[in-house]
T-cell receptor
Framework: AQSVTQLDSQVPVFEEAPVELRCNYS??????LFWYVQYPNQGLQLLLKYLSGSTLVKGINGFEAEFNKSQTSFHLRKPSVHISDTAEYFCAALNTGGFKTIFGAGTRLFVKA | DSGVTQTPKHLITATGQRVTLRCSPRSGDLSVYWYQQSLDQGLQFLIQ???????AKGNILERFSAQQFPDLHSELNLSSLELGDSALYFC??????????????FGPGTRLTVT
């Protein structure tokens, strides 16, 4: 991947509302795609990944993401968020056969009561 | 707990000094990655090692160097420190073998403060 763009730097949302965090990548070859979450004062942890196969990927904590090759997107969704989902979310891409994972700038999700 | 350990958790030092950050990867992981995270620059990839050899380089300054030892632990050396080097430094590890999924497991980070 040459670049990963997370279109929103901050997303405020009310508790129990749905949310979508947008991610686009650019690459001339096939990619693996990842979403990581970083809770305050912690390291990143993997939410979900797309390697191949079904374009809808389910992850931990009720999150899912859809790989869209034609739009080079990998948007993250959750139908109903909780206060505890407040964190920073990073989209990342790795060229298949490559070594260097490219991370987006991050989207800060803020869930309000 | 990701299985990746980093020491120390916090480090406060003065400009011009040199520090060493240490990382132990998950058991069985051959690749180690170093990242710098700051408020103004976000998450920046610094360098990756695989089984003792440098595999990929990112935005690593010449004042910074790293190595991976035969037991697979890694050290990141930061020298001639400047105020702008204050950041969270993360280590991550992955299996790194061809055909693996390359997902990374992150340590808790070392918070470096340069005064």
């Amino acid at each position: 991947a040459q670049s990963v763009t997370q279109l929103d730097s901050q997303v405020p949302v009310f508790e129990e509302a749905p949310v979508e965090l947008r991610c686009n990548y650019s690459s001339s070859v096939s990619v693996y795609l990842f979403w990581y979450v970083q809770y305050p004062n912690q390291g990143l942890q993997l939410l979900l990944k797309y390697l191949s196969g079904s374009t809808l990927v389910k992850g931990i904590n009720g999150f899912e993401a859809e790989f869209n090759k034609s739009q080079t997107s990998f948007h993250l969704r959750k139908p109903s968020v909780h206060i505890s989902d407040t964190a920073e979310y990073f989209c990342a891409a790795l060229n298949t056969g490559g070594f260097k994972t490219i991370f987006g700038a991050g989207t800060r999700l803020f869930v309000k009561a | 707990d990701s299985g990746v350990t980093q020491t120390p958790k916090h480090l406060i030092t003065a400009t011009g000094q040199r520090v060493t950050l240490r990382c132990s990867p998950r058991s069985g992981d051959l690749s180690v990655y170093w990242y710098q995270q700051s408020l103004d620059q976000g998450l920046q990839f610094l360098i990756q090692y695989y089984n003792g050899e440098e595999r990929a380089k990112g935005n690593i300054l010449e004042r910074f160097s790293a190595q991976q030892f035969p037991d697979l632990h890694s050290e990141l050396n930061l020298s001639s420190l400047e105020l702008g080097d204050s950041a969270l430094y993360f280590c991550a590890s992955s299996v790194g073998l061809p055909g693996s999924s390359y997902e990374q497991y992150f340590g808790p980070g070392t918070r470096l403060t340069v005064t």
